[in-house]
């Protein structure tokens, strides 16, 4: 991949806009750094990037519906159920209020919120005038029951039926490239039962707007897509694909299974393929970056919150359609309303002062895990975000016990991580639980080798309570 064009191609796509707005920075239910007294964001200032193949004019910010404001949230896992119950008339109030805003694009999937994101926000946008807003959802066939060419029809019209419409506006093939045999799958899932055909004849008939795809894991595949895109074989009118600072150059260091944006990107943007960005804050891992790291962004910028720095990066390529995120909490929505009410891009030595950030944390040797639950659940009962998501606080935190290093903080690092392991994971969900079956792998969007890191903080985990 020519990461030479890094810096000099991402600048050359740099488009206009004005001021953003200042907030100050406190903590949130989710560990998101936001704002103690938050800032109104303005009505009628939403950045708009126009579709150059239907005209649609969506708002740069999207609206993810995957983690949907959830009334069991918090509640102790091993005493509940583990299912969702989404919380409609919070998911009504906060997609009204970002329309009242000028946010127009909402995506979803069948799999989303354990299969219940799209009826909820079919409810909620059911409420206003279909002009009023653009719908993304999938064909979100991972399973090999829904292969068959009757099952992925029946998902589909599903879709229409819980988001009360008889179209669906941007319409993609999910996660194309997982699994560790990427072509077999994306042939038994698309080509194999003529789906691909079947969704083109859709679209032709109007009940699809725009065919396109969300892409993980193997390049090949991605490189493939794009080939019959320009062979006209098949046209995308759009792609979806992870973007952020961090994984702009690093993506392939931190997963040899993952790609670097600055190469999908830039395959985009010589096609003239508008792109829609996912994971602009790596599932909040870029929001909720350490204190020494947080320190040198204020000293910078000291009225810009952590979260906007990564918002505006995503949103300043040209190109760029429109930057999805997952807003569970309405601090959420104000904050980002407020960094694309308008968008202020990135200059030239923002650019590099955020080259420096990824290369800081990089160097943590964090896990990235995202926590999108796409491994959940697992057949044994492990919380394998819950796992991962404790060790990289602890590094975050300052609480990674070190010996090896005659580090004079370990016993209260030790504890700190002993303890807030059983606090975060209740013992019969943790590492030790884990019998390397594997079935998590291949729905890792990040390519985690779960099994292998699970048996790794299993190890440490008893080391330290060996002590």
């Not at 810096?7 to 936001?34: H, I, N």
């Not at 032709?204 to 062979?231: A, Q």
């Not at 962004?297 to 995503?314: D, G, I, Y």
Request: aromatic content about 10%; charged content about 25%.
């Amino acid at each position: 991949m020519a990461k030479d064009i890094s810096r000099r191609s991402f600048l050359k796509a740099l488009g206009g806009g004005a001021v953003a707005s200042s907030v100050l920075l406190a903590a949130c239910k989710d560990g998101r750094q936001t704002t103690a007294k938050q800032q109104e964001p303005e009505k009628g200032k939403m950045t708009y990037r126009v579709n150059p193949g239907t005209k649609d004019r969506v708002s740069l910010l999207g609206y993810g519906m995957m983690r949907l404001p959830d009334k069991n949230a918090g509640k102790d896992p091993s005493t509940g159920t583990g299912e969702i119950e989404i919380d409609q008339e919070m998911v009504n109030r906060q997609v009204d209020y970002a329309i009242e805003h000028g946010v127009n694009y909402f995506d979803t999937s069948p799999a989303y919120c354990q299969g219940k994101s799209e009826r909820a926000t079919g409810i909620a946008l059911s409420r206003h005038k279909r002009s009023e807003y653009f719908i993304a959802t999938k064909m979100s066939n991972f399973s090999p029951d829904t292969w068959k060419r009757e099952a992925s029809i029946e998902m589909f019209e599903n879709s229409l039926k819980e988001l009360q419409v008889d179209y669906i506006d941007y319409l993609l093939l999910h996660s194309i490239g997982q699994g560790q045999d990427a072509l077999g799958m994306f042939n038994s899932r698309y080509m194999d039962n003529g789906i691909l055909d079947w969704l083109v004849e859709q679209k032709k008939k109007g009940r699809i707007r725009n065919l396109g795809f969300s892409y993980h894991g193997d390049v090949k595949i991605y490189d493939m897509l794009l080939k019959w895109h320009d062979e006209d074989r098949y046209h995308w009118d759009f792609v979806q694909i992870e973007l952020n600072y961090l994984d702009w150059n690093y993506a392939n260091e931190i997963n040899d299974r993952n790609t670097d944006a600055v190469y999908l990107y830039g395959e985009l943007k010589k096609r003239g393929i508008p792109a829609v960005i996912m994971e602009p804050l790596l599932g909040g891992r870029l929001a909720n970056v350490p204190d020494n790291i947080v320190a040198k962004m204020k000293q910078r910028e000291p009225e810009q919150s952590v979260a906007s720095w990564a918002f505006r990066f995503a949103g300043t390529p040209d190109g760029v359609l429109t930057v999805l995120s997952g807003m569970t909490y309405m601090e959420h929505l104000r904050e980002n309303l407020c960094t694309y009410s308008p968008l202020k891009p990135l200059t030239d030595d923002e650019q590099k002062f955020l080259m420096e950030i990824a290369g800081d944390i990089y160097n943590l040797k964090t896990i990235p895990c995202n926590d999108c639950k796409y491994c959940m659940p697992c057949p044994y009962g492990i919380d394998i975000p819950g796992v991962l998501l404790h060790y990289n606080r602890c590094i975050k935190e300052g609480n990674m016990p070190n010996k090896g290093n005659q580090d004079p903080d370990y016993r209260r690092a030790r504890r700190a991580f002993l303890i807030g392991y059983d606090r975060s994971v209740p013992r019969l969900r943790q590492a030790s639980h884990c019998i390397g079956c594997g079935q998590c792998v291949d729905h890792c969007p990040q390519g985690i080798r779960i099994p292998r890191e699970m048996q790794r903080i299993d190890k440490f985990v008893e080391e330290l309570k060996q002590e």
